[in-house]
């Protein structure tokens, strides 16, 4: 089965400009996880959906970001008025439902803002 | 704040020897502790996992130890290969379905080199 996919792969963004980062989780995933990836450092939780309520947000830098799941599956990771220190890989993860479920990870989109 | 440290930053190990990667933490609230494994240009993928009722779980090569007293737990990877290169990430978690999310908190990741 198809794993969880993001694009664009790769997104290049002049500061100020506004990107959208897409996610597709894998099929009947309730939880969907976005994660920012500073180079060479681990990834940092950002926000949380189950199905489409977004019940966690805490690690969203700025009101610059904004993520939405409206159907509960595809995901929209959206940075407005992009600044430098935006620039990073963005992680998608799913997973089942429940305790100890594995999250599995999209292979990201690197932005980076000139 | 670092609520998940890990070292060493990088690791060069040779073949067939054992790379031992450690991690601890700060959270007595954490009860889930995976590890995953990234290549370049990949997203990370989960390795072992384990919780603090035991403390060693073993799958194939990869071993973790975990000693909840000390916050401490380390991944044990033996006969190394060169495949095995990559960058591994400690990660912890609450497993409280009721607090609505498993968010991971990462440690700072391992650049490991397993060199022929």
């Known amino acids: 089965g198809a794993g969880v996919s993001q694009s664009p792969r790769y997104k290049v963004a002049k500061r100020g400009q506004d990107v959208a980062l897409r996610c597709d989780p894998i099929s009947g995933h309730v939880s969907l996880f976005w994660y920012q990836q500073a180079l060479g450092q681990g990834p940092e939780f950002l926000t949380y959906?189950?199905?489409?309520?977004?019940?966690?947000k805490s690690g969203l830098p700025s009101d610059r970001f904004f993520a939405e799941r409206p159907e509960g599956s595809v995901s929209t990771l959206k940075i407005q008025r992009t600044q430098q220190e935006d620039s990073a890989v963005y992680l998608c993860?799913?997973?089942?439902?429940?305790?100890?479920?594995?999250?599995?990870f999209g292979p990201g989109t690197r932005l980076t803002v000139l | 704040q670092q609520q998940v440290k890990q070292s060493p930053q990088s690791l060069i190990v040779q073949k067939g020897g054992i790379s031992i990667i450690n991690c601890a933490y700060e959270?007595?609230?954490?009860?889930?502790f995976p590890w995953y494994q990234q290549f370049p240009g990949k997203g990370p993928a989960l390795l072992i996992a384990i919780r603090p009722d035991v403390s060693e779980k073993k799958e194939g090569r990869f071993t973790i130890s975990f000693n909840k007293s000390a916050k401490q737990f380390s991944l044990h990877i033996m006969d190394s290969q060169p495949g095995d290169s990559a960058t591994y990430f400690c990660?912890?978690?609450?497993?409280?379905?009721?607090?609505?999310?498993?968010?991971?908190?990462f440690g700072q990741g391992t650049r490991l080199t397993i060199n022929p």
């Open positions: 959270n007595t609230a954490f009860d889930y």
């Open positions: 990660a912890a978690s609450h497993s409280e379905v009721s607090q609505g999310a498993q968010k991971l908190v």
């Open positions: 959906f189950q199905n489409e309520a977004q019940l966690d």
């Open positions: 993860a799913s997973s089942f439902y429940g305790s100890y479920n594995e999250q599995f």
